[in-house]
Each structure stands twice: as C-alpha cells, then as structure tokens.
C-alpha cells in the first residue's frame, strides 16, 4: 500500500483512539471506597467531597461511601479528628481504600479549602448532601428514634392533662415525688453531656485555629466576633454549626479588608 495512503490512515487510528480515551476518562461512573486510619480501621461519618463537582457523602459505620465521579475528579475527605486528605479518582482505580492521618499535634499552618467561589458553593457541598439509607431501613425493619425520650422523662407529658385522667397515679408520683424529679434532672444532665462535649469541641481554640489559620491575639479576636454572633447550640447539627463558624469566618474576613474590624 503507498504510503500516501498508509499515512492518513495511521493518523486516522491514531485519532479515534485518542476520542475513544478521552471519552472513557469523561464518562461518569459510581465510585465506592473505604476511608481507613493508619490501622486500617474503618473511619465513619468523614465527609468526603468531589471537589469538581461539589457533590459530597457521608461515610456509614463501615467507612464506606459512594459518589459519581469521573477519572478526572479530584476527592476531598475531611474527618474533624484527622488531617485534610486530598486524593485523585485516577489513584483509586485498583486500591479502593483511602487511609487519612490522625491529628496528634497542632499544625502550624492550617491550609482552607474552597468549595467554588461562593457561600451557596459550600452549602451544596455540605448541606445539601443525600441522607445516606441504612441497610436497615433499605429492608424496613423498624428503627431506634435515638432520640426519643421515655414518657415519665418527658416534661410535657407527665404535666398534660392527657396523663391526670388516665393515669391520675402516675401524674402525681411524677410530679411531685422528689425520686422522680431527681432521675429526671439526672437523666436530662447525661442526655445533654455528649452534645456540650461535642459542641465545645467544634468551637474550641484548636478547632478554630485550624479552620482559620489564626492564633494569638488574631484568634481571640475572632472568637470575640464568632462567639458575639453565633446562634448555633447544643441543639444543632455538627453541619449545622460548621456552616455557620465558616459563614462568620467569610464576614469577617469582608470586614477586615473594608478595616471595620
């Protein structure tokens, strides 16, 4: 065959090779993976985020998530107990598990990452995230209501009328017998401690120095500010209260520049 043929057909091949690659690496596909620790102990509720497509999940009890994702993605996994880990798609072809670094010491820089250039960006990416299905409730057994709180705790129960005339016995014993009141007072302190640890934690000095990068006297002043302005508490959600420290975080950096603070 001339080679005046041979010629455009190699550059031909050599073309529909390089579409049908491109469109393989551009084709969406499920990805699920285990995020571990050092150990290879699986790490739940670490959220992890497709940085180009500010889609996100929630690993389960088994650290394990699942998102679309092409091979060009790039993945965010954020964990409030270890390091920010960034990892390519193309790196988890074959190993589908992803090991993140417990934080043992503070940093000395904190590094912040940009879910795009706007506020909404960030609450896509963390906010509106799916609620992932238990297997349980995938085959409808019935589920525990953690928090769902016994009768004789509940204070407006035993104080409506409701209970006076069917149980006119029980009303009274929780009510006005002082054992009552006591493991109740008891009970609600136990119920709360979990949610005040926690709380205490997200808004700590360290956990703020690492999301903002401040320290010394700049980091007082900010607390000053978050602290002033917060309207989250032990009610809310951890997305809730992160949303809200990285939403005052970006007003008072405005604030800053136009040398308000």
Partial sequence: MPLRI??????LLL??????FAQSADSIFSLAAIVSDESFVAVPATHVINLNTHQGDVTDSLGIFQLPVRFGDTLLIRNIAFRDTVIAVAELRVNRQIRITRRRYQLQEARIFEWGGTYDDFREAFIEMPMRQTLGASMGLPQQDPDKVP?????????????LLTSPISYFYYNFNKHAKSARKVYWLKKNQEKHDQFDGIVSAENISDITGLCGEELLQFQAFLFERMVCDIKCTELAIYTEIFGLWTVYQELQERGMQ
Wanted: proline share 4%; charged share 30%.
């Fill in 6 to 11: 041979k010629f455009p057909l190699l550059c």
């Fill in 15 to 20: 073309l529909a090779k390089l579409y049908l």
């Fill in 151 to 163: 009768v004789e705790m509940d204070e407006k129960a035993i104080k409506s009328i409701g209970l």
